[in-house]
């Protein structure tokens, strides 16, 4: 389950992206001038320039390795604390980037990396390719790993988007934001390329695995089908009207799917609410009081029974296709805490 947001102000990290290219730039630096930049410096794209202490430090014959331990700030990243390790060996034939242990290989297509290269994505590998010429090493084998990798990757997104045997070298900044919505929505983005690119005709989003476990096995969707949606309604039905696939199944309890049938494209407890004199107006006229007067929307749920909650979903599937648009059909699917299904509209 996603972390809350902690009170005060955050500290930002670094990508995975950025401690790689700075372990680069740590290891090139040794094999020309004889001894290691510690700590070593580099150059984001947005001009920051930080400062990363080494972890790792070697060097033998016609090669040298460093490792730079990823500090993400206040987020919660799950490769926090994992050791990023840069090998470099000059020679061969031009720049070329080789997965160690830890570091993911690409099996499917739709990502910006081909199928059979190592995980490691554009920005990163410009970085690194931008420090490796200006150092002078033209023909050169770059070595990427993270030990520990594989498992970590087991708790992110990479075995769904077909990156297979460990974590990916992500970044863009080479900025961690903390708490970043920004991070999230383009895995969801990413997911959907993914699923295109295998010609999926249907995916599903959840707002968490009860109600993600019951979709798929009421459908009998395979694993790339299912978009890790979170709180980010809007970051799929958005992505999916530029980039549709023909059917999108949305599925979450009942209290998330009335904030999605009210209108709200974030579902988060902190960026929306639930609208108790909206959920009064769909019960019995004898029950809208206690309905005004409930707590939550499960208590206006037992109240009214599950006549509400088909109720709830159909006003949320309209107010889902109208985001996604007329190529896509869009159903909605509402369980319950057990992950039993308590409504369906399509």
Same mark, same amino acid.
């Given at each position: 389950m996603r972390q809350e947001k902690p009170e005060g102000e955050l500290k930002r990290g670094w990508t995975t992206g950025a401690c790689?290219?700075?372990?680069?730039?740590?290891?090139?630096?040794?094999?020309?001038?004889?001894?290691?930049?510690?700590?070593?410096?580099?150059?984001?794209?947005?001009?920051?320039?930080?400062?990363?202490?080494?972890?790792?430090?070697?060097?033998?014959?016609?090669?040298?390795?460093?490792?730079?331990?990823?500090?993400?700030?206040?987020?919660?990243?799950?490769?926090?604390?994992a050791m990023i390790i840069a090998k470099v060996t000059p020679g061969g034939r031009g720049l070329r980037f080789r997965a160690g242990e830890g570091v993911g290989l690409v099996t499917k297509p739709g990502l910006p990396i081909g199928v059979g290269e190592p995980a490691?994505?554009?920005?990163?590998?410009?970085?690194?390719?931008?420090?490796?010429?200006?150092?002078?090493?033209?023909?050169?084998?770059?070595?990427?790993?993270?030990?520990?990798?594989?498992?970590?990757?087991?708790?992110?997104?990479?075995?769904?988007?077909?990156i297979v045997g460990g974590l990916s070298i992500l970044g863009t900044t080479g900025v961690v934001n903390p708490f970043s919505c920004a991070a999230w929505i383009a895995s969801i983005h990413?997911?959907?390329?993914?699923?295109?690119?295998?010609?999926?005709?249907?995916?599903?989003?959840c707002t968490g695995s009860t109600s993600e476990d019951a979709v798929r096995a009421h459908f009998g969707l395979? *694993?790339?089908?299912?978009?890790?949606?979170?709180?980010?309604?809007?970051?799929?039905?958005?992505?999916?009207?530029?980039?549709?696939?023909?059917?999108?199944? %949305?599925?979450?309890?009942?209290?998330?799917?009335?904030? %999605?049938?009210?209108?709200?494209?974030?579902?988060?407890?902190?960026?929306?609410?639930?609208?108790f004199e909206w959920l009064a107006a769909r019960v019995p006229?004898?029950?809208?009081?206690?309905?005004?007067?409930?707590?939550?929307? *499960?208590?206006?749920?037992?109240?009214?029974?599950?006549?509400l909650a088909q109720r709830v979903a159909g006003e949320a599937r309209a107010q889902a296709a109208a985001v996604a648009g007329p190529e896509i059909a869009v159903d909605v699917i509402i369980v319950d805490r057990g992950g039993k299904i308590i409504a369906h509209a399509a």
């Open positions: 790689a290219t700075a372990a680069v730039k740590a290891a090139l630096t040794a094999l020309r001038e004889g001894t290691f930049a510690d700590p070593v410096s580099i150059t984001l794209p947005k001009g920051e320039e930080p400062s990363f202490p080494l972890a790792l430090a070697e060097k033998g014959d016609g090669w040298a390795r460093a490792g730079i331990v990823k500090d993400a700030g206040d987020d919660p990243d799950v490769t926090h604390g490691i994505n554009p920005v990163p590998r410009a970085l690194m390719t931008g420090v490796a010429e200006a150092l002078g090493f033209a023909d050169l084998e770059i070595e990427i790993s993270i030990p520990g990798g594989a498992a970590l990757a087991e708790k992110t997104w990479n075995p769904r988007l077909g990413r997911g959907i390329d993914v699923a295109r690119a295998a010609g999926l005709l249907h995916v599903a989003g395979p *694993l790339e089908a299912m978009l890790d949606m979170g709180d980010f309604a809007g970051g799929v039905l958005k992505y999916l009207r530029s980039h549709p696939v023909p059917r999108l199944t %949305l599925g979450g309890g009942f209290g998330k799917m009335v904030k %999605l049938a009210q209108g709200h494209m974030d579902l988060h407890s902190g960026r929306s609410q639930v609208d006229d004898e029950l809208r009081a206690r309905a005004l007067a409930a707590n939550t929307a *499960l208590e206006v749920l037992d109240l009214a029974g599950q006549g």
